[in-house]
């Protein structure tokens, strides 16, 4: 469809941002990122909102936030926070691509980047590393299952993973 959204949906810390980046440089799609658009909205650190207003604050943010994005969004790249894939609305907001990953290969490249610490940081859900494992094997089949296409990014940087996407949505 033309002017159809592409949404990148995948596991925390997968790179759903750097691949949205790398899309925005090899086309002419423009992107948003929905955890950048919340943390604008609430003139707050998605860290804080955590930590000052509860995840189903969070959640509901993140229900407004699709809504809108169904309404508004035409012809662009909207990367996601991990749980986002949960919006009911999903499939009606875009594309899907699924950004797939093992748990270890996520983990190893985030301790691998630069700013591997404020990476970890900011992500509430990642601090303590049992549960994130846990969240991830829960939701490993629900990604698949809402997902439209599955671009495999373990082994591939993200401008490969870009063109891949591109490849299969025909482009
Ligand atoms: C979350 C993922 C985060 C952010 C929030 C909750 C999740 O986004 O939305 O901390 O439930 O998986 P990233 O996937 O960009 O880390």
Do not use: H
């Amino acid at each position: 469809m033309e002017n159809e959204n592409i949404i990148l949906i995948g596991f925390m810390g997968v790179g759903k941002g750097t691949v949205a980046r790398a899309l925005v440089k090899n086309s002419d799609y423009f992107a948003v990122d929905t955890d950048d658009l919340i943390e604008s909205l609430e003139n707050k650190k998605i860290k804080k909102i955590f930590e000052e207003n509860g995840e189903p604050y969070f959640r509901n943010l993140e229900k407004k936030c699709a809504l809108w994005c169904e309404k508004n969004i035409r012809g662009s790249i909207i990367s996601t926070g991990g749980g986002f894939y949960k919006q009911e609305n999903i499939k009606k907001i875009g594309k899907i691509i699924y950004l797939q990953s093992t748990f270890e290969k996520i983990l190893e490249g985030i301790k691998n980047s630069p700013n591997a610490k404020k990476k970890l940081k900011k992500r509430p859900l990642l601090n303590d590393l049992n549960e994130a494992k846990k969240i991830y094997d829960q939701r490993v089949k629900e990604y698949e299952q809402v997902s439209d296409i599955i671009i495999n990014v373990e082994d591939w940087d993200e401008n490969v993973a870009a063109q891949n996407i591109l490849k299969s949505l025909g482009k």
